[in-house]
């Protein structure tokens, strides 16, 4: 990858930071070499502050770190697109990007997997999913054996309301099991798209 940072008189380049799953665009940073190097070396994005004029790991006091997925060049080797997994609000003010905008994907898979994961960090009482969570992975994986089950009960009728239905909770528990595994949805499709290539 050729960056060219001498295009500007401060060597520095424009770096987009986007989330990696919903697409979102998050902030917009600046990076020299030195910066690019390190968030390389150590997966988190590291900008070259021009207010403190030293290297800013995003997230070094307030534990919001941008962690890398992938890393691009534009066609003029100027500026730097980055994918990361936001850990927290990505602005200073609290907010999830620096446009005051939620971070949420128009895919509702990752939004429902982003509710899955508040259950099973931030847990009630009231939620069913929580309560999964904490009876352990064997019992979630039973759920998903069961709701398989009845999928496959289901696609042998012809009542399509019930099919969707159990098809939907067959999916919903899945992403549990995912999350209880410690994986996303997204590491599924990776694994799928290799399968492709």
């Known amino acids: 990858m050729q960056i060219d940072f001498q295009k500007s008189a401060d060597g ?14 998050l902030m917009l940073g600046f990076m ?69 905008e939620q971070n949420v994907s128009n895919d509702f898979l990752y939004t429902l997997e982003g509710i899955i994961a508040d259950r099973k960090n931030n847990p009630s009482e009231k939620s069913y999913t929580a309560s999964l969570f904490a009876k352990g992975i064997n019992k979630i994986a039973q759920k998903v054996g069961e709701e398989a089950v009845e999928v496959v009960i289901e696609a042998k009728d012809n009542n399509d309301e019930l099919f969707l239905n159990e ?13 209880a595994k410690g994986f996303q949805l997204s590491d599924v499709i990776n694994v799928l798209q290799k399968r492709h290539k």
Request: with cysteine; net charge negative; aromatic share 8%.
């Open 167 to 179: 098809s939907a909770d067959l999916l919903f528990h899945y992403l549990i099991l995912l999350q």
């Open 12 to 25: 520095l380049v424009p770096a987009i930071i986007q989330d990696d799953k919903t697409g979102k665009v």
């Open 32 to 100: 020299n070499q030195e910066a690019l190097e390190k968030t390389m070396l150590e997966s988190k994005v590291t900008f070259f502050s021009r207010t403190k004029n030293r290297l800013w790991t995003k997230g070094e006091t307030s534990g919001n770190f941008l962690i890398v997925k992938d890393l691009k060049v534009d066609c003029d080797q100027d500026t730097i697109l980055i994918k990361a997994s936001p850990v927290g609000p990505v602005c200073h003010t609290g907010a999830d990007t620096c446009w005051d």
